[in-house]
């Protein structure tokens, strides 16, 4: 094998060849390898990925999580960066890239009832079920004003990332006038977290992340004044400093959309794709929705890496990852891990009988993602909608498959083309 990570390759992201990587990876009895490429040290094996992202090992810390994966060097060198870059260093870290007492207190004001993310499904229905059932309905009826013709829609664009955008931004607090600006902003952020980027690329994601940042500081800013019952205001109530807030809405708006609509465009092209029809016929059964959701977002992530940082050596089996090494953290390759999940690539609903593990899909430990619970219910909601409502939904790929973002973090699909 030769050891280098083809994930911004053209095709690296598709069914067959990442499964394909993965199996590589995991029969190679490495534990490690420095990517000629990117400079990552990738770990893929599952109790490796699960001890790195609990922080079993002191000498790994989550400080470099939401920093670029371009070389700072080269923001540096880039003038069409430097006002961006300005506003960002007063953005204080907030809860993937914060840690301790600090980490703490976002913790518990983000949980806090009532308003606040819930840890619990029950509460998470209780709390956020009407509005997503709502947003779901509306973005499938715009689609559905579409059926009158056979012409090929693109799903990404017409459901998924609108229904993500607009289902965080409304819990966040941001207008319904501001969602098509907090994709692009939500974008760029994403764009620097995965990515080596050109010089335009830098100006373009740096830009993004600056304008969501100073969106943000406006909405808190104004919720001060007049509050409301939105995420931004419960954060002021429970006594979150006005910048440090907003920061947190920031990490909330790009996590709560990217990583959901990837997740929801994999999940529908696995499901409209011959090899997944039969559980598109089996959203029928509302019963299985939950159980066949969970089993999508093993599978078919949205988020299938992430990032730490080794401040001391790190042992991983015969393997090392040298102090100031940059960890990609594989959380798609862990889930697929052939020593813990039987038959690691297919879709199956018996998997909790088996006590296989639970999958490292929203992370593990003290980072274990804040809004796991909305995304799940956000996911079986929209997938049993689609079903019910576009039932001979089929893809209109014009090859063999989609084409994915080039991308060390987040499996995208471009364009996902289907009729309805």
Known sequence: MTWRLPLTDPGAHAPRPLADLYDRLHASGLG????????????WRYEFVENVLKGADPGVTNANTLDPLTPMGRFAANPGTWSSLVHLVGVPKATANSGGA????????VFA?????????ATTEESFGELIRRRVAAVADDVEKLSANDDAVDFAAVFARPLSAGIISEIVGFAESDEERVRSWSDGQTSLLGRVLDRPGQVSGVRGLSDLSRACRRLVAERVRTPAEDMASHLLRQGLPEKRAAAVLMNTMAAGYSTTYGTLLNAMRYLLAEDGREHWEALQDKEIVPTLSNELMRVETGLTGWKRKAKDAVRLGDSEIPAGGQILVMLGAANRDPEHFQQPHRIRLDRAERKEP????FGAGPHLCIGREVSRLEIGAALSVLRERFPDMRLALPGPEAD???????????ALPVRL
Do not use: C, I, W
Not at 102 to 109: D, I, K, L, Q, S
Not at 358 to 361: D, V
């Open 113 to 121: 009832p009532p308003g606040g993310l819930s840890l619990s499904p």
């Open 358 to 361: 639970k999958p490292l899909t």
């Open 32 to 43: 490690t390898f420095r990517d000629a490429d990117s400079q990552l040290y990738p770990v």
């Open 102 to 109: 600090a980490h703490e207190a976002v913790r518990r004001a």
């Open 404 to 414: 994915y973002d080039p991308d060390y973090l987040f499996r995208t699909p471009v």
